[in-house]
């Protein structure tokens, strides 16, 4: 991206860009829309909409399904489930980097709800703020949908472990039970089952309110 074009258009206001490409670019991408990029100074952050969350995780049997083992994410076995969000979820993969050197310096996992509001999922490897804890991994690239493919590829490959687990609060482990609950299917297969009554997945998460994600979220 051209530097000159950043320093006279987004010195001080983000300028966002609902539809710059296709998501389809990206490895392992169905049902993926557009990327979205939000440029002020020398930040370009990339917003995805998720069609599915990938759960790399340790499960175990809870009331005759599979739900998620936060606390022993470290553990085996590994499953794969892909959740679906719920209709009234929009969720997003947000990566910014840091120009010119073309590296990632945040990523973040967002819910938004109807209105507008933000929220921090039920799970770990989550910060307060809904920053992902991404550990050590070359994002550098010679392009942008380099860097931007990299952390996607990340992001899918990644095992959701037992870090900062309780960051969500106390109730982050049953919560994340609750929400994410996949039925076993004779002969083969899962079932992803809804929130039950008395729950939504706003009352799940943990609300949050992050400047950076307010000014550089392109929904």
Same mark, same amino acid.
């Given at each position: ?16 860009? $609902? ?52 606390? $022993? ?147």
């Amino acid at each position: 991206m051209d530097q000159n074009i950043m320093s006279r258009f987004a010195v001080d206001n983000p300028i966002k860009v $609902n539809s710059v490409m296709s998501a389809a670019i990206l490895p392992e991408s169905p049902g993926l829309g557009n990327i979205g990029l939000s440029i002020k100074r020398h930040n370009v952050a990339a917003t995805i909409r998720l069609a599915q969350l990938p759960l790399r995780c340790a499960f175990k049997m809870k009331s005759g399904n599979m739900v998620p083992d936060l606390k $022993n994410g470290n553990s085996d076995p590994e499953f794969v489930m892909n959740w679906v969000p719920p209709n009234n979820m929009r969720l997003y993969f947000m990566v910014n980097m840091i120009q010119p050197a073309m590296s990632v310096d945040v990523q973040f996992l967002v819910a938004v709800d109807p209105v507008g509001k933000h929220y921090r999922l039920p799970l770990s490897n989550l910060y307060e703020d809904s920053r992902m804890c991404h550990g050590v991994y070359d994002y550098s690239g010679s392009t942008l949908i380099d860097v931007i493919s990299k952390a996607w590829t990340q992001f899918q490959k990644s095992r959701w472990q037992s870090d900062l687990v309780d960051r969500g609060g106390a109730s982050s482990v049953s919560n994340s039970m609750e929400m994410f609950k996949f039925k076993p299917l004779e002969p083969s297969g899962f079932e992803q089952l809804p929130i039950k009554d008395g729950y939504t997945w706003e009352s799940l998460s943990t609300r949050i309110s992050s400047p950076f994600i307010t000014e550089h979220i392109v929904l």
